[in-house]
């Protein structure tokens, strides 16, 4: 037997079905298993069906409505201010919303859901569907606007566009179903979905 085979081939058994962690911090959700599929469509998905209804689709303009409103009241916020406030509002909303919860806030699909945001769950991860047209058309409508009555001031367009941005790039069909894991949250292990030693 050469010198150092078997601990060689021990090692490298052991290494080849994990992810390296050292520099990447991003993370592929891997696909679901035949138990999840059958609990996925053993029951409707409310959670994530709600956006294809008659009202659901009016709730965006009416909270942007809404929180201008707001922060016109508030005395002392300027217009330039106030419509960035607006857009910054909104798309931390729906940021937390659509990209950052994963699951289900309800019990009744035995967790079948737990790996995916919002998003993800909408129209069965079908991208370009109108639900998800109109969900991407709303932060680039608003950050438009903002744009227009800040009267393209370069710092607020800055603002503006980073806000756009942390929200339409999780949209994208590239992104779908990565996420971006923090070192100090995870080992490997937890990672990878083995149980940490």
């Not at 390296?20 to 911090?25: A, D, F, L």
């Not at 996925?40 to 942007?64: D, E, R, T």
């Not at 769950?121 to 991407?136: A, E, I, R």
Request: hydrophobic share 40%; glycine share 6%; charged share 15%.
């Amino acid at each position: 037997m050469p010198d150092g085979g078997p601990s060689r081939l021990h090692s490298g058994s052991v290494s080849k079905g994990r992810r390296r962690r050292s520099s990447s911090i991003i993370y592929v959700e891997p696909p679901e298993t035949i138990e999840q599929l059958s609990d996925q469509v053993a029951l409707p998905n409310l959670n994530a069906n709600w956006v294809n209804n008659k009202g659901a689709w009016l709730i965006h303009p009416v909270c942007i409505a809404g929180l201008k409103i707001f922060y016109d009241t508030i005395p002392g916020v300027s217009q330039e201010t106030s419509w960035t406030l607006t857009n910054i509002t909104y798309m931390v909303a729906t940021y937390l919303m659509f990209h950052y919860v994963q699951g289900i806030p309800f019990e009744f699909n035995s967790g079948a859901y737990d790996n995916l945001n919002m998003w993800e769950q909408m129209d069965n991860g079908d991208q370009y569907t109108p639900s998800k047209k109109f969900l991407t058309s709303m932060p680039i409508l608003l950050f438009l606007l903002s744009t227009h009555y800040t009267h393209y001031d370069l710092t607020f367009f800055v603002v503006n566009c980073m806000a756009l941005m942390s929200v339409i790039i999780p949209k994208l069909p590239s992104f779908h179903r990565m996420r971006v894991v923090m070192p100090w949250s995870q080992t490997i292990e937890e990672v990878d979905g083995e149980e940490p030693s």
